[in-house]
């Protein structure tokens, strides 16, 4: 029998039995002898014997509880971080063999777990290897663009056409720049450095940032917001989310249009919410928005490449937020970040 196996559980079936062994003997002792109050010293001899028993069983149950709760300290040292913690099973039997099994798991995700770390460091060095090769040729062809804008002052079709390389070298260096950022939030690599911040500050800022580009486009950009609201983020980086849902909004928001950027706070959460009174978002697209590189068929934008929004997702999670959008086609669309505040 397996059971049998093990030592310890051998050592009490023994004792179980060398008990009742004994307590016979002296059954058929007492009953040979046939002496006067042979009950009593009957019923002596069995509560001795069921004496016995309990005691050998207290002692190995109590043992296995030890062990039991060994065992449990290993798993939770295990899952604190210490990847070298392992359950002791050095004995036989079914319960040893349990724990070489969970042993021989942890081992295989602390394995997982070394090869996940080489992966992140791995591709936190490809991507910044690829962000520094990028960065060069790009910024050398801005500057032959800006001297071909510069020489083509008396010919119009080379001008506009600069002009035109101008702007799609832009969009390669947003594309560039967004695919490299989403790509280090996949490799793990990005660290938040979190600091209390003014809200009402950040969202002053991101305003001047677009303030020239409105005005340009006879577009209106409207703050609304209590000036004393602080919250720990990076600063940087959820300035960068609330940007790219800042720009889809004038993206799609045609002439004298209006886009809202409010917040306010309560006792739980944080909400920011970026509103236009643009074309709206089509019902069948909803689902879809903050996927990469999704376009969608009914959208007539031409200057977007499907990354933005993916980009701020990414950004409003990390910071352990949520985000999400309401739309009616031809009305405008509103953006709802919310950011649960824990006491």
């Not at 359950?87 to 996940?116: D, K, M, P, Q, W």
């Not at 996949?186 to 969202?203: F, H, L, W």
């Not at 001047?208 to 409105?214: D, E, L």
């Not at 000036?227 to 045609?254: P, Q």
């Amino acid at each position: 029998m397996k059971i049998l196996a093990n030592r310890k559980i051998k050592a009490l079936f023994y004792k179980i039995l060398l008990c009742i062994m004994g307590f016979s003997l002296f059954l058929a002792v007492f009953l040979q002898l046939g002496l006067r109050h042979t009950a009593l010293y009957i019923g002596i001899s069995a509560w001795g014997m069921g004496s016995l028993i309990m005691a050998s069983c207290y002692g190995y149950f109590k043992e296995q509880n030890e062990i039991m709760e060994n065992a449990a300290k290993q798993v939770r040292e295990y899952i604190a971080g210490n990847k070298d913690a392992r359950i002791e099973c050095c004995e036989e039997g079914e319960l040893y063999r349990l724990f070489h099994e969970v042993n021989t798991l942890a081992a295989i995700l602390s394995g997982h777990i070394e090869s996940e770390g080489k992966k992140k460091i791995f591709l936190k060095n490809l991507i910044s290897d690829i962000s520094h090769q990028l960065k060069t040729p790009l910024a050398a062809l801005n500057i032959y663009i800006g001297i071909l804008l510069g020489e083509a002052e008396n010919q119009p079709t080379v001008k506009e056409f600069a002009r035109l390389s101008e702007q799609e070298l832009e969009r390669i260096e947003t594309l560039v720049q967004n695919l490299l950022k989403i790509s280090k939030f996949d490799a793990g690599t990005i660290v938040m450095e979190k600091t209390p911040e003014n809200i009402s500050e950040m969202m002053e800022r991101i305003k001047t940032q677009f303030s020239f580009r409105a005005g340009r486009e006879g577009k209106d950009l409207v703050l609304s917001g209590d000036d004393a609201i602080d919250f720990v983020c990076d600063r940087n980086w959820l300035m960068e989310a609330v940007i790219n849902i800042v720009k889809n909004a004038l993206d799609h928001t045609g002439n004298g249009g209006t886009v809202r950027i409010e917040w306010k706070q309560s006792a739980s959460a944080l909400q920011i919410a970026v509103k236009d009174n643009g074309s709206g978002i089509h019902p069948e697209d909803l689902y879809y928005i903050f996927k990469r590189f999704y376009r969608s068929r009914y959208s007539k934008d031409t200057k977007g490449i499907g990354l933005g929004l993916a980009l701020a997702k990414s950004i409003i999670e990390t910071h352990g937020g949520t985000v999400a959008v309401d739309s009616e086609l031809g009305f405008g669309t509103t953006f709802y970040i919310v950011f649960p505040i824990h006491k």
